[in-house]
T-cell receptor, first 111, second 110 residues
Framework: EAQVTQNPRYLITVTGKKLTVTCSQN?????MSWYRQDPGLGLRQIYY???????DKGDVPEGYKVSRKEKRNFPLILESPSPNQTSLYFC??????????FGNGTRLTVT | GIQVEQSPPDLILQEGANSTLRCNFS?????LQWFHQNPWGQLINLFY???GTKQNGRLSATTVATERYSLLYISSSQTTDSGVYFC????????????FGTGTRLTVIP
């Protein structure tokens, strides 16, 4: 089944404790991205990647890192999480000029 | 970035009714997509429609790129249509720098 898989679905952590949210897609998509969704603000892009080893900042990259060492994987890294990074996170992937496919989301709470 | 405005912000319909959701955007785009976020939070792609008209069952969409708007039509609404509908646009043909509107929340009551 074609899908974008994010893990974990839920994560509660404390300020400053490094964490990684994994994202994997099995559709051989070149493009992958991360979004955060906050009430009243909609979805905002954090980082995106057009292909292996090619990443670029979206609208809200501060406090986040990404890497694209393999085509299928695009992990999101929070080196030192803070409470303002509490949010619902989505990974997505697509081919160029085709619909964007989203993972099921990761709800992160930073206390 | 591109400003994306969706209207109405909220919509309540009786089951079986039809509706039209609108998306206005502030700049020329080469990528426009409609999504449905269901009550469980899943985001499902409905249409990739930078221009023209597409139909998929009870849903159809039209984008008039020269006038910077897109419309999503839902006919014979069902309770499973409830959720939030998002429009997203980008200048590039790819999905990099895709800007989302704040959505239309649709509630379909039986």
């Amino acid at each position: 089944e074609a899908q974008v898989t994010q893990n974990p679905r839920y994560l509660i952590t404390v300020t400053g404790k490094k964490l990684t949210v994994t994202c994997s897609q099995n559709m051989n998509h070149e493009y992958m991205s991360w979004y955060r969704q906050d009430p009243g603000l909609g979805l905002r892009q954090i980082y995106y990647s057009m292909n292996v080893e090619v990443t670029d900042k979206g609208d809200v990259p501060e406090g986040y890192k990404v890497s694209r060492k393999e085509k299928r994987n695009f992990p999101l890294i929070l080196e030192s999480p803070s409470p303002n990074q509490t949010s619902l996170y989505f990974c997505a992937s697509s081919f160029r000029r085709e619909p964007l496919h989203f993972g099921n989301g990761t709800r992160l709470t930073v206390t | 970035g591109i400003q994306v405005e969706q209207s109405p912000p909220d919509l309540i319909l009786q089951e079986g009714a039809n509706s039209t959701l609108r998306c206005n955007f502030s700049d020329s785009v080469n990528n426009l997509q409609w999504f449905h976020q269901n009550p469980w939070g899943q985001l499902i792609n409905l249409f990739y429609i930078p221009s023209g008209t597409k139909q998929n069952g009870r849903l159809s969409a039209t984008t008039v790129a020269t006038e910077r708007y897109s419309l999503l039509y839902i006919s014979s609404s069902q309770t499973t249509d409830s959720g939030v509908y998002f429009c997203a646009v980008a200048k590039a043909t790819g999905a990099n720098n895709l800007f989302f509107g704040t959505g239309t929340r649709l509630t379909v009551i039986p």
